[in-house]
């Protein structure tokens, strides 16, 4: 007969037990190892496959030698294995300077020297490499998520430091998690002094070089499937708190890159030099607004992208909160673009007129790039386009009609809109879209309406940018998702400028009003449709709460700058703080903080040991019958000095019973589970020692 598997509960409970048995270097350093895991956790996402595994794979090894109380392998299996390491980096990032492949390094050699510690100072030099591990995660993320994080990890390596350094004993987990948060907690008001008074600078103190691998979100390249492969994407892109009445989430078009060339299969931007946007010399042109505008301010994540988003139409560019040295300039076309790519959390104000035109009103050379195509390519769209031109023009009508009769074309027949709509090869790709397939995203219905007014003598262009987003109900801030990325075009008309379409709006109007509802609207989409309704509600709130936790965050600490610190020392009475004043009010208040430190210290060290106590009034009542001893005697050498003297052996007995229990009671092994039985049993003790009665005796009855 097969013997019943072991219960998972008991499995367990032989775990714990094995655990327990574990001699004290093996626990500390599974626990080491634990914490050393929960810092590189954060990074698996950032770092090579090989290195999240080789790490990951080091940590498992010197976990199973601990566990099973195994030697450690030889320092020359360690040397080659990090060869191979130094090697890995090389081949994959073709160095070992800079940020990825120097995070790359120290993961490895966290896991290498977990396995070659071998005494104090292998450990302190583990220490390091964690806290530098901790470090390097902010490198990545600044989110309320990581910090939250990395304060669990380092409240673990401070625990194993405080450890590191407490005497041969069996001091159990609970206190010297206890010891841990008493000293973060008499750090925390210098840290927050420092914090608020330190003096800011207007730029970085350090900074890392970009890359434009790391970019995220929209490009100044488009083609077709670009935009559609960012509807995956649920990270946020920006937040928008509106200093008035919201517009309609129909009407909410987030202008970013203006796409002008187009060559068959990629749309791309007129070039502009840096040079051109640091003079101004691009700037729009004969643009009118009416009615009242729009206020509101935006809090832009990192993109390693020069673009800064905007309602239409946007009074003037923007004033950059948190990227240094970066000024931004309105084009011509009203996109608003930075000096340099955005690769800091960013805040700016802005104000925007939906009701506007723009653009020169009479036909110009200027419009020579808005109008070309590639020769030869999708016949049968310049086809079609040529057609709509001759029937507006045998009806004696203009752009207006064309654009009408295009819209009416997608709104009419069988186009469907996808968000997986595949892929289009060819150089004949919008040919295959309008007259073969008929399905796709929003940039393929951008530019094929842009084609067919090219191809009918219409100046047209691709405006990409972001269209809705969703208000979070809790902090009541308006988030606007990469989900949102949308395409739409512009055409220019004789006496009006360039007026917005947007085609996308003709063949599925309801994307215009789901904008921003992706975990609501798109479950199959984010592989949520394995969650019942009531579950995708619970993510969307978790997400919501999510959402709002980062924005305060990033309101209140990320861009606590060099304005929020000024306006805070306004408030305090000094209208124009120079460095002496800010460093005389940072070293005063952190004076008083380390004061307050001091005397929390002063009042830690006067609280008396229960244990202490006791021993002291039983050695005090000892003391009044003529048994002197010191606070270094142990109980068990006052008790054998006790059993010569002459007091009455009843009341001998009593109290080396007394002074056992208190021996016991110190130095037995901790059990947590008695714990609360061992400190009602040291009340008991307390209240013995007060009865406690001592007679003198005869000589001779000891």
């Known amino acids: 007969m097969q013997a019943a598997s072991p219960s998972p509960l008991r ?67 360690l040397a080659l294995l990090l060869m191979l390491g130094v090697a890995g980096a090389l081949l994959q990032f073709h160095t070992i300077f800079g940020r990825d492949p120097g995070i790359t390094l120290v993961s490895l050699l966290l896991g290498l020297k977990a396995l070659e510690t071998r005494n104090r100072r292998d450990a302190y030099v583990l220490f390091y490499l964690g806290f530098f591990g901790v470090s390097a995660n902010f490198l990545y993320s600044q989110s309320a998520l990581t910090a939250g994080w990395m304060l669990l990890a380092t409240a673990g390596w401070i625990t194993a430091l405080v450890n590191a350094n407490l005497p041969a004993g069996e001091p159990p987990l609970r206190q010297r998690l206890w010891l841990t948060t008493k000293l973060l907690a008499f750090g925390t008001p210098a840290m ?60 909410l078009y987030w202008r970013g890159p203006v796409l002008t060339l187009f060559n068959g299969r990629q749309w791309s931007p007129l070039p502009v030099s840096p040079q051109a946007i640091s003079a101004r010399l691009d700037q729009p042109r004969n643009v009118r607004t009416e009615g009242p505008g729009i206020r509101y301010a935006v809090t832009l994540q990192p993109s390693q992208q020069p673009f800064v988003f905007a309602l239409d139409a946007a009074k003037g560019p923007p004033v ?20 340099r790519p955005i690769t800091r959390l960013t805040r700016y104000d802005i104000t925007s007129y939906p009701r506007f035109s723009y653009g020169p009103r009479r036909l110009s050379p200027r419009f020579e790039a808005d109008l070309q195509l590639p020769p030869g390519d999708n016949p049968r769209t310049v086809a079609l386009g040529e057609q709509f031109a001759r029937q507006a023009q045998a009806d004696g009508g203009g752009p207006l009609q064309v654009a009408q009769a295009v819209l009416q074309m997608f709104r009419r027949e069988p186009f469907h809109y996808s968000l997986n709509p595949g892929a289009y090869p060819g150089r004949n790709q919008i040919d295959d879209f309008l007259f073969d397939r008929r399905v796709g995203f929003c940039e393929h219905y951008a530019q094929a309406f842009v084609v067919l007014l090219r191809a009918a003598g219409i100046p047209a262009r691709i405006v990409t940018g972001y269209q809705g987003g969703r208000e979070n109900p809790i902090d009541h801030t308006w988030v606007v998702r990469q989900s949102d990325a949308h395409a739409w075009a512009e055409y220019w008309v004789a006496g009006r400028g360039w007026l917005r379409a947007d085609p996308t709006a003709m063949v599925d109007p309801s994307r215009i009003d789901r904008s921003g509802q992706t975990l609501a609207a798109r479950e199959p989409l984010l592989g949520i449709a394995a969650f019942g309704p009531r579950d995708a509600v619970l993510l969307l709130r978790l997400r919501n709460l999510g959402d709002a936790l980062n924005n305060a965050w990033n309101q209140w600490v990320l861009d606590y700058g060099q304005t929020r610190q000024n306006n805070l020392l306004r408030k305090l009475g000094m209208a124009q703080p120079n460095w002496a004043q800010l460093s005389a009010l940072a070293v005063a208040a952190l004076s008083l903080a380390v004061s307050l430190m001091g005397l929390l210290l002063v009042w830690e060290r006067r609280k008396t040991d229960p244990w202490n106590a006791a021993y002291a009034a039983l050695r005090a009542r000892l003391s009044q019958a003529g048994i002197a001893s010191s606070p270094s005697d142990a109980p068990a050498a006052l008790a054998a000095r006790l059993r010569q003297s002459a007091l009455a052996p009843a009341a001998v007995t009593e109290a080396c019973a007394l002074l056992d229990a208190l021996d016991r009671w110190r130095y037995a092994r901790p059990d947590a589970d008695r714990a609360r039985s061992e400190r009602q049993r040291l009340r008991q003790l307390r209240r013995h020692i007060a009865r406690l009665r001592l007679t003198p005796g005869f000589a001779g009855q000891n």
């Open 11 to 77: 499995s367990t409970a032989r775990w714990l037990a094995h655990l327990r048995s574990l001699p004290r270097d093996a626990r500390d350093t599974l626990f080491l190892l634990a914490v050393a895991a929960i810092t590189l956790v954060p990074l698996a996402g950032h770092l090579p496959g090989w290195a999240v595994a080789g790490s990951g794979a080091l940590l498992a090894w010197r976990a199973l030698l601990a566990w099973r109380s195994r030697p450690l392998p030889s320092r020359w299996w």
């Open 192 to 251: 927050v002094v420092l914090f608020l008074l330190f003096p800011r600078f207007a730029g970085p103190l350090w900074a890392l070089p970009s890359s434009a691998s790391n970019a995220t979100g929209l490009s100044d390249q488009m083609d077709a499937g670009s935009i559609a492969s960012l509807a995956r994407d649920d990270s946020v892109a920006f937040r928008v708190e509106f200093l008035g009445p919201r517009p309609p989430e129909r009407e």
């Open 320 to 339: 950059l909160y948190g990227q240094p040295q970066t000024e931004v300039a309105q084009l011509s076309n009203l996109e608003l673009r930075a000096s």
